[in-house]
């Protein structure tokens, strides 16, 4: 994958705090500020909170009833009035081709949200995704370090950290002042 565009790191102290930050991401990805879909691929150790994430962005988005992990079904879908979900979970591949054999490459739709976990199980084999969000264990809570990869997901990660303002150039003092 090529390097991101931008990349910021938040220490997310708790569960909540990963909930938190899934919903400050629904409207951007559901059309509520700019266009609807986008891809976001999510990497972690187990338990890092990639399925946490994922639900909280699916609840805030409004997907209502349950949302199963797609852990063995390795592909769950919603649709929110015209707006589909497709949240893959590439965990169980042995070998990065399987996602298509499986036929799943038509779903990667730039007018659906896709998210993936478990990107790296077909690792060069997908199209770079909007936002990779990368979750590790921190201390008490996890970072989370995001990565724009397409200009979407830069507005994306502007939106939710915006970036650091330019330093102040330094005043010159006026002539003849000591």
Not at 31 to 36: C, E, S, T
Not at 112 to 127: C, H, K, N, S, T
């Amino acid at each position: 994958m090529s390097a991101p565009l931008r990349s910021a790191t938040l220490h997310l102290p708790d569960e909540t705090a990963t909930e938190d930050l899934a919903r400050r991401l629904a409207p951007l990805v559901s059309g509520q500020h700019g266009p609807a879909g986008g891809h976001i691929h999510l990497r972690g150790d187990l338990g890092a909170g990639k399925t946490a994430f994922t639900r909280a962005l699916l609840r805030a988005c409004g997907i209502a009833g349950r949302i199963k992990s797609p852990s063995y079904a390795l592909l769950e879908s919603y649709k929110v009035s015209n707006l589909y979900f497709y949240h893959f979970d590439f965990y169980r591949f042995s070998d990065s081709r399987e996602w298509l054999d499986a036929g799943f490459r038509d779903l990667l739709r730039d007018d659906a949200v896709v998210l993936i976990e478990w990107p790296e199980r077909a690792e060069g084999l997908l199209p770079p995704p909007d936002l990779l969000i990368s979750l590790a264990y921190a201390g008490q809570g996890r970072d989370a370090t995001l990565s724009a990869y397409t200009p979407r997901g830069q507005t994306w990660l502007n939106a939710i950290v915006p970036p650091p303002l330019a330093a102040p150039s330094p005043r010159k003092a006026p002539p003849g002042a000591a």
